[in-house]
């Protein structure tokens, strides 16, 4: 992973101060409501329903375990002993006091970390799948790609107040874990004509209000111009996005109003003026951000060694876990090992200090000393030897940390909704626990298999309903909490968004609708058809009978 520099460290301790003697002068007086919100904002700091929120970049992902114990450090003294990590990665804290932040973000900075562009109208952190550069389908490790973005972006002069908050992501494996054509700007990595890799480049994606899928701008990039390719789509839409509306400002509207033909068109034009210029990528600037994500020093192992084969002849609970939780490496002999912390009465994405003080040492021993938190709010071990994986799972396991659950319907993606959140229409935590309550059986959700649940409490779509296969989103209706549901939706190469199936549902309905559409899945699938192949099969309407059949 990457490692500040002396500019590095300069630069964010210059930041902290600056952000110390900004919340001096706004506690002070000095400052107005007004005149400290741009400053806060560029600094990651919120006003929540119940106190400041502070979101924390952790770029592409990755964390160590130093930055894992810094972090439950923070968990016990700043916040109420837990954080809460996000679809973009990123982790928050939502107690903390507005005058102990600069300590805070000083705390942070000894580890290299900070909370510098995770809000405000900026680039914000890159994301990028949780398997990059150990997925044994992946053409290219995107991480160095990633890393050369935010090092681009952070604190770019002219993109620093943009219309709207802008989100890259990148993907480099088969199958798309980062929602990369719900973003701003999507970015694959891809061979082109001549077998060389290179970029193919999306946008005008995104969700929110009006929900959109990204359209391809530049077919093929070479390397050294993905820089330039990205400036020139930020500066059309930074010239020409709207800024009179904020409902109204993202590229996604831009391209949509413009079309993708007359949008590709402008940014090509800008390519064209600034390509081969200083922005152009040299072979050594792109090895010096490879170097950052060499391989750890793998032993030359066996593929499924004795032990392992041993212990899931010998135990369903672990072989149970093994088949949901751990998927091929790309090195012989290691294992990915996925742990969700999504078990009934814990808020999905919900981490406490213990936990990540715990995973600090399991990250130590079994994977070196690194994790990954996904697009999904779970949390990845990389490298685990074969026959080191039902050690692991025990300790897990005597922990409850090992649900086997990876991507069955339990494993709900979900934003803090209305026990936090001061946008918030309804209350997201509690519906997820009450999914999870319907539906307690490990030999029913292996049954029911792959089935995504993406739960938000308002339209800006934290929790990305529109891509859910079953996407629940909270409305306000005469001051009631009430909840619409879609089918359908995808957030993989084969993205889609969900339609709406009908009018809302109360709190207290929503389990048993659920029960329901699962019910017509099971009835009309085919052999070892998932729930969304189904749902493009047969279509809403036989969904949508059962579903409201109870009113007639």
């Known amino acids: 992973m990457y490692h500040y520099d002396k500019y590095d460290h300069q630069m964010l301790a210059d930041r902290v101060a600056q952000f110390r003697d900004q919340t001096d002068r706004y506690l002070d007086g000095k400052l107005s409501d007004a005149e400290f919100l741009p400053l806060r904002l560029q600094n990651g700091l ?30 016990r003294e700043y916040d109420k002993g837990y954080g809460h990590f996000t679809t973009r990665q990123n982790i928050q804290f939502n107690w903390p006091a507005l005058e102990d932040v600069p300590d805070l973000l000083a705390d942070l900075a000894e580890v290299e970390m900070h909370a510098i562009q995770t809000s405000g109208n900026c680039i914000r952190n890159t994301t990028t799948d949780q398997f990059a550069g150990v997925a ?22 002219e993109f620093a107040y943009l ?53 391809t701008v530049f077919e093929f990039v070479e390397k050294p111009d993905l820089l330039t390719a990205l400036e020139a789509i930020l500066r059309v839409y930074n010239r020409e996005g709207r800024r009179d509306n904020k409902y109204k400002a993202r590229i996604k509207i831009l391209v949509k109003e413009l079309g993708i033909e007359a949008f590709r068109k402008k940014a090509c034009a800008e390519w064209e003026r600034i390509k081969g210029g200083p922005q152009t990528l040299t072979d050594q600037e792109i090895e010096r951000c490879k170097s950052y994500f060499v391989d750890p020093p793998y032993d030359d192992l066996p593929d499924a060694p004795d032990t392992l084969t041993s212990a899931l002849k010998e135990n369903l609970l672990f072989a149970s876990w093994y088949s949901q939780n751990v998927r091929p490496h790309r090195k012989t002999g290691y294992g990915i090992v996925t742990l969700c912390f999504k078990e009934t009465g814990v808020a999905p994405g919900d981490i406490t200090d213990r936990q990540l003080d715990y995973l600090a040492e399991l990250a130590d021993h ?34 409850s940390l090992a649900t086997a659950n990876l991507n069955l319907m339990t494993d709900i993606i979900c934003c803090p909704g209305g026990d936090f959140c001061a946008l918030a229409n309804a209350k997201s935590i509690p519906i997820a626990e009450s999914i999870q309550r319907e539906f307690p059986s490990q030999e029913e959700l292996t049954d029911i ?5 993406n739960i938000s409490g308002c339209m800006n779509a934290c929790g990305h309903h529109h891509v859910g296969n079953i996407g629940i989103l909270g409305v306000d209706k005469k001051g009631e909490e009430f909840y619409q549901l879609s089918l359908g939706g995808s957030s993989k190469h084969d993205a889609s968004l969900g339609k709406i199936i009908g009018p809302a549902f109360a709190q207290e309905e929503i389990p048993s609708v659920i029960r329901r559409i699962v019910d017509v899945y099971r009835e009309h699938r085919q052999e070892g058809e998932a729930f969304l192949a189904t749902y493009r099969r047969i279509g809403m309407d036989p969904f949508k009978e059962k579903v409201y059949a109870k009113a007639d």
């Open 449 to 453: 298999g792959e089935l995504d649940i």
């Open 46 to 75: 919120y006003v929540q329903r119940m106190a400041p929120m502070l979101r924390i970049a952790v770029p592409y992902g990755l964390l160590s375990s130093t930055q894992l114990r810094k972090l439950a450090y923070i968990a």
């Open 163 to 215: 219309p709207r908050k802008f989100k890259i992501a990148v993907c480099g494996t088969k199958v798309d874990q980062a929602a990369t054509q719900v973003h701003d700007i999507g970015i694959y990595l891809i061979e082109g004509p001549e077998r060389q890799v290179g970029f193919r480049i999306l946008a005008g994606g995104g969700l929110g209000r009006t929900p959109m899928i990204g359209q």
């Open 366 to 399: 079994y994977s070196f000393g690194e994790v990954r938190i996904t697009h999904e709010q779970n949390i990845v071990l990389a490298d685990v030897r074969q026959d080191q994986l039902f050690e692991l799972w025990r300790k897990l396991s005597a922990a």
């Open 136 to 157: 044994a389908d992946e053409l290219e490790d995107s991480r160095p790609w990633c890393e050369i973005i935010r090092q681009w972006s952070t604190f770019h002069p």
